[in-house]
């Protein structure tokens, strides 16, 4: 049984709650259900909202503190998710322990560019791309000659933040229309590669080298989808319950699959859990062609661990309730700093 111990959960609140973005409003949601689960399992948990430019004062509250362990539930400062590896980083210049992904690995898999290089470098498969730094990249005549349908996404968001049934193109035009509406609405790089049509399989792997561990593998049920719609994941699918691609994009868990298909699509989502060295645990997903080939197509080393989410479901399918899913993570934390500390010494 693990010893209690005192935990601050942190989380950002530099964004607007009175502009009612879904994906960011449930932060404060997740960390109040965090700190409840860590209650409910022993522990002594305290909740810290980090907004963006008070950065160093709530950091001396943390060290004041002085925590067994911070919670990081961090995705963003200052409203930029750009920032996300920098709070880490300032944890390890204190040497305050934390959950989850050092500054290079969450830095890693911000930068989908970096994402795709480490990925290829590596050999894990992912499919062809195309970065697209600015407005000038658009123009690129290469863009005329690559094999359509492609995919559009923004270079450094999560959550299917821009992602529309527009994202799927099926030519050059529509690739340089959709690419140059996400630049100019959130200002920043586009990424593009090639759309891989068929299963969508979200992974979640909890752990680190030595006990690394694939939950239950769930995938994307697109069977309610009008025909006329891509199957993707776009944002209404995750965040507007009146959509028709919520309704189109039920995530289940994986079914009709052999134990070869399910060893391929474990073996790579642990290949590249390993190249972009992730820790403690991360959510990588996939999409699996005609010729049962998994894809990356994400990797996600901060993802969404509310009650009601992906991660949260394949542990229940594992037999951990949420407190108990919620304590593991403690548990994986606390085991690879004290390895560490052991290492040192």
């Known amino acids: 049984m693990q010893r209690p111990s005192r935990i601050i959960v942190l989380y950002n609140i530099d964004y607007d709650a009175g502009a009612g973005a879904a994906d960011v409003v449930s932060v404060a949601a997740s960390a109040k259900a965090v700190a409840r689960a860590l209650g409910d399992s022993g522990h002594h948990a305290q909740l810290m909202g980090l907004g963006g430019h008070e950065v160093l004062a709530v950091l001396d509250q943390v060290r004041a503190a002085k925590p067994d362990l911070v919670f990081n539930l961090c995705e963003s400062l200052a409203g930029d998710a750009r920032h996300e590896p920098t709070l880490v980083g300032l944890l390890d210049l204190f040497d305050i322990p934390y959950t989850g992904s050092d500054l290079l690995g969450l830095a890693s898999c911000l930068y989908k560019q970096r994402t795709k290089d480490i990925l290829d470098a590596r050999g894990v498969p992912t499919p062809p791309h195309r970065y697209l730094a600015d407005l000038a990249a658009i123009d690129d005549p290469s863009l005329d000659r690559i094999d359509y ?10 959550a299917s933040v821009g992602i529309t049934e527009a994202n799927r193109v099926t030519s050059a035009a529509a690739l340089r229309d959709r690419a140059r509406a996400l630049m100019i609405e959130y200002q920043q790089p586009v990424l593009a590669e090639r759309y891989v049509d068929g299963r969508e399989i979200n992974v979640t792997l909890i752990g ?6 694939v939950l239950p593998l769930h995938e994307i049920d697109f069977g309610a989808m009008p025909g006329d719609r891509p199957r993707i994941v776009s944002y209404a699918a995750k965040w507007d319950e009146h959509h028709v691609d919520y309704a189109g994009t039920k995530p289940v868990p994986l079914r009709g699959a052999s134990r070869e298909f399910v060893g391929n699509v474990e073996r790579v989502a642990r290949d590249a859990w390993r190249a972009l060295g992730l820790r403690d645990y991360g959510r990588i997903d996939l999409r699996v062609d005609a010729a049962d080939t998994p894809w990356v197509i994400d990797i996600n080393p901060n993802p969404d661990i509310s009650p009601d989410a992906g991660v949260a479901r394949a542990a229940l ?23 560490r500390f052991s290492a040192a010494t």
């Open 149 to 158: 349908p492609w995919f559009v996404k923004l270079a450094h968001e999560d």
């Open 317 to 339: 399918i594992a037999g951990m309730s949420y407190p108990q899913l919620i304590a593991r993570f403690v548990e994986i934390a606390r085991r690879r700093i004290q390895r």
């Open 208 to 213: 680190n080298a030595d006990d690394l561990q």
